[in-house]
C-alpha cells in the first residue's frame, strides 16, 4: 500500500505523449489546446466608436457642426473629417481619425434619432448640422476603443493546456482561429464486474458504476463503451480483451479487492499489464489499481461500492484523464471547514456540501451510502492524523460536473 501523493506521483510520471488534432472550432468546446492561440490582428482591429452619435473633429469652443456623411457598421469613412466638421456614427464603426464621438442624447439630434433612421434610407438626404448640447462632451478621443488597446497582434490570448469553455471558444474565434490544435481524446472501454450486479434476484444490487461511468465520460465528451461482466475468470477475460479492442482506457469497477472473485489485476497481469499500484492509503477506496501496458494501453481498477467509485475516480481516473488530454493541473480549491473532523490513520476523502460559509461533510453510512454523497457536491480532503478544527482550510474536490449550491432532492442530513 502506498500513500495518496505517492500514486499521483505515480500517474504524473507515466510515459504519455498525447498527439494532436486540427478541428473546427465549432467541435472545440471541452477539448484541450494542443498549441497557444495568438491574435491574427490588434484587437480591437481599428479605432471604433463605442456609441452610436456624432465623431466630430472639435475646433476650438464650435459646438455646431455641419455633418458631411454617415457612417454605418462595417464601413470606413475614407475621407479627412476637417476640424468643425463631423459624421454621424454607429457602434463598431472606424472613427475617422482626429474625430471624438459625442452620443446622440448629448446633440441637439437626441429626440430626432429615430426620424434621422429613417431619413437617411435615401444616402444623398443632406443631414443637418448637429448642435452639442452639453459641451462637458467635448473632450478630445471620448467614446473610443482604440486600434490595439485590448490585445496586439501576435499575443498569445490562451496558452496550450487550457481545456477549452464557451468563453475561450468566444475568444479563440475573436482571434481569428476558425479551426483549433487540441490533443486527441483517449477512449474509454468501461466494465462493471460482479456476479451480484443487477441480476434481478433478491441478492442482487442496482448497477450505479455503470451509470456514473458512462454519465463522467459523456461529461468529459469522451467516446466510452459499457460492458458488464460477470466473476467468472473466463467471461470477465473475454471482457477485458473486447474492451481492449476499442479504447486506450479500460475502466473497471468491482474485483479489486482481497476476495477469492478479485480477479481484475490477476487477468490484467495476464493480459500483459504491469502494476502501477495497487491499494493506496485513502479512505474511501483503497483498493483501487492502476496498470500499464506497453502498448501504451492503460487499466484503472475502481472498488465497487459507489461511493469509492465516486471517489476514486476523482483522485485518480480524472487526473489519469487529464494526462492523457494534455491539460493543465487546475490548482487545488481550499475551504474553511464548517465543524470541527476527526480524521483518521488514512488519507479521507469525504462527500460534502459547499455553501458561502466553507463545506460541511455530510453525515453518511459508509461507501455504499450513495444517497448521502449525492446530496452534496464535493469530496473534502482531510489528510491524515490531524487536528482539523472549524475554520480550518481544506482542499476540496468538486464533483467533476456539478455546481456549487446545488440541491438534490434529499433532506439534507
Ligand atoms: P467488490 O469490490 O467487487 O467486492 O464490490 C464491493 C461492493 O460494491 C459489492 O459488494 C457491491 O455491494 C458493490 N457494488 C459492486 N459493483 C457495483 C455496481 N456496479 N453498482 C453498485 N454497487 C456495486
Ligand atoms: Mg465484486
Known amino acids: 500500500m502506498i500513500p495518496y501523493a505517492e500514486a499521483l506521483r505515480r500517474i504524473s510520471d507515466l510515459p504519455i505523449a498525447p498527439t494532436a488534432e486540427n478541428i473546427p472550432l465549432g467541435q472545440a468546446i471541452g477539448r484541450v489546446l494542443a498549441a497557444d492561440v495568438y491574435l491574427d490582428r490588434d484587437l480591437p482591429p481599428f479605432d471604433r466608436a463605442t456609441m452610436d452619435g456624432f465623431a466630430v473633429a472639435l475646433e476650438g469652443n464650435r459646438t455646431t457642426f455641419p455633418v458631411i456623411a454617415s457612417v454605418p457598421a462595417g464601413q470606413r469613412f475614407g475621407q479627412p473629417v476637417l476640424p468643425g466638421q463631423a459624421v454621424r456614427i454607429m457602434t463598431g464603426a472606424p472613427c475617422p481619425p482626429g474625430t471624438t464621438v459625442i452620443p446622440f442624447e448629448k446633440t441637439d439630434q437626441a429626440n430626432r434619432h429615430g426620424n434621422l433612421v429613417v431619413g437617411l434610407t435615401d444616402p444623398r438626404a443632406p443631414l443637418p448640422a448637429v448642435t452639442i448640447t452639453d459641451t462637458s462632451a467635448l473632450i478630445p478621443g471620448r467614446n473610443i476603443a482604440w486600434k490595439g488597446e485590448d490585445g496586439r497582434q501576435g499575443a498569445v490570448v490562451l496558452a496550450a493546456g487550457t481545456r477549452l469553455s464557451p468563453v475561450t471558444v468566444s475568444l479563440a474565434g475573436m482571434a481569428g482561429a476558425t479551426r483549433l490544435w487540441v490533443w486527441k481524446r483517449p477512449r474509454l472501454g468501461v466494465i462493471i464486474t460482479g456476479d451480484e450486479v443487477g441480476g434481478g434476484t433478491d441478492a442482487s444490487i442496482t448497477d450505479s458504476n455503470g451509470p456514473f461511468l458512462e454519465a463522467l465520460a459523456a461529461n468529459l465528451g469522451l467516446q466510452a463503451t459499457i460492458g458488464h461482466a460477470s466473476d467468472d475468470g473466463v467471461e470477465l477475460r473475454a471482457t477485458m480483451v473486447w474492451a481492449l479492442e476499442h479504447a486506450e482506457v479500460i475502466v473497471t469497477t468491482g474485483g479489486v479487492s482481497a476476495g477469492d472473485r478479485d480477479l481484475v489485476p490477476v487477468l490484467a497481469t495476464s493480459l500483459g499489464f504491469t502494476t502501477i499500484f495497487h491499494q493506496v492509503a485513502i479512505q474511501p477506496g483503497k483498493p483501487v489499481y492502476l496498470a ?122
Open 292 to 413: 500499464r501496458r506497453g502498448d501504451g494501453k492503460l487499466l484503472v481498477g475502481l472498488p465497487g461500492n459507489p461511493v469509492s467509485v465516486l471517489t476514486t475516480a476523482h483522485l485518480f481516473l480524472l487526473p489519469l484523464l487529464d494526462r492523457l488530454q494534455g491539460s493543465l493541473a487546475v490548482p487545488p480549491l481550499r475551504l474553511p471547514l464548517r465543524d470541527s473532523t476527526p480524521t483518521g490513520k488514512r488519507d479521507r476523502f469525504l462527500p460534502g456540501r459547499r455553501d458561502a460559509d466553507g463545506v460541511s461533510i455530510i453525515p453518511w453510512h459508509g461507501s455504499g451510502d450513495l444517497i448521502a454523497a449525492a446530496s452534496g457536491d464535493c469530496l473534502v480532503v482531510l489528510p491524515a492524523d490531524q487536528e482539523l478544527t472549524a475554520g480550518h482550510l481544506v482542499e476540496v474536490i468538486p464533483y467533476q460536473g456539478s455546481v456549487p449550491a446545488h440541491h438534490g432532492l434529499m433532506t439534507p442530513r
